[in-house]
T-cell receptor, first 111, second 114 residues
Framework: RKEVEQDPGPFNVPEGATVAFNCTYS??????FFWYRQDCRKEPKLLMS???SGNEDGRFTAQLNRASQYISLLIRDSKLSDSATYLC????????????FGTGTRLTIIP | DAGVTQSPTHLIKTRGQQVTLRCSPK?????VSWYQQALGQGPQFIFQ???????QRGNFPDRFSGHQFPNYSSELNVNALLLGDSALYLC?????????????FGEGSWLTVV
């Protein structure tokens, strides 16, 4: 079983729609969780951290369910510029700085 | 303030050859991690260097080795290249004890093995 599993997509979504990504992780002791965004042929960039209480950054909402070992990302009112690959990322321990990535979910926003 | 810089950006090697990739961390960062990202996959952790020592290592063969210099810059060496080593190699720098929000990636080095 992969440590971090994501649906690879692709997701083709019309502009303005809401899209949700899900991810599961296998290590129940994992401490930190993130969503990264990666544009084509570019490096991954941190989109947002994920907390059990849920967190929101503009049109983006992330949620962590520790009991189910499940992470989600919701994008509302999607824009053309949201087209990218979204990577679910887990860090096992605070201060470890070793990131475990999912395979990524490719999103294309259609005009 | 320069971020993480990597070189070269692109290179082509032949099977069996050796390659060295270089990384300069973000100013003030002393921990460097290397990742391999094959096409269609997420980045995979290779190893991490701190205080010029390999602190932890992922599931990669001994053909992959590294080094960290006193100025915190780092090299990744791959010997006896295989076609399957073709990938984007990413360097990430961070501060020790970081929470993950302080990890920065370079733009990567694209390696093609023919």
């Amino acid at each position: 079983r992969k440590e971090v599993e994501q649906d690879p997509g692709p997701f083709n979504v019309p502009e303005g729609a809401t899209v949700a990504f899900n991810c599961t992780y296998s290590n129940s002791a994992s401490q930190s969780f993130f969503w990264y965004r990666q544009d084509c042929r570019k490096e991954p960039k941190l989109l947002m951290s994920v907390y059990s209480s849920g967190n929101e950054d503009g049109r983006f909402t992330a949620q962590l369910n520790r009991a189910s070992q499940y992470i989600s990302l919701l994008i509302r009112d999607s824009k053309l510029s949201d087209s990218a690959t979204y990577l679910c990322v887990v860090m096992p321990n605070f201060g470890n700085e070793k990131l475990t990535f999912g395979t990524g979910t490719r999103l294309t926003i259609i005009p | 303030d320069a971020g993480v810089t990597q070189s070269p950006t692109h290179l082509i090697k032949t099977r069996g050859q050796q390659v060295t990739l270089r990384c300069s961390p973000k100013s003030g960062h002393d921990t460097v991690s290397w990742y391999q990202q094959a096409l269609g996959q997420g980045p995979q952790f290779i190893f991490q260097y701190y205080e010029e020592e390999e602190r932890q290592r992922g599931n990669f063969p001994d053909r992959f080795s590294g080094h960290q210099f006193p100025n915190y810059s780092s090299e990744l060496n791959v010997n006896a290249l295989l076609l399957g080593d073709s990938a984007l190699y990413l360097c990430a720098s961070s501060l020790p004890g970081g929470t993950g929000n302080t990890i920065y990636f370079g733009e990567g080095s694209w390696l093609t093995v023919v």
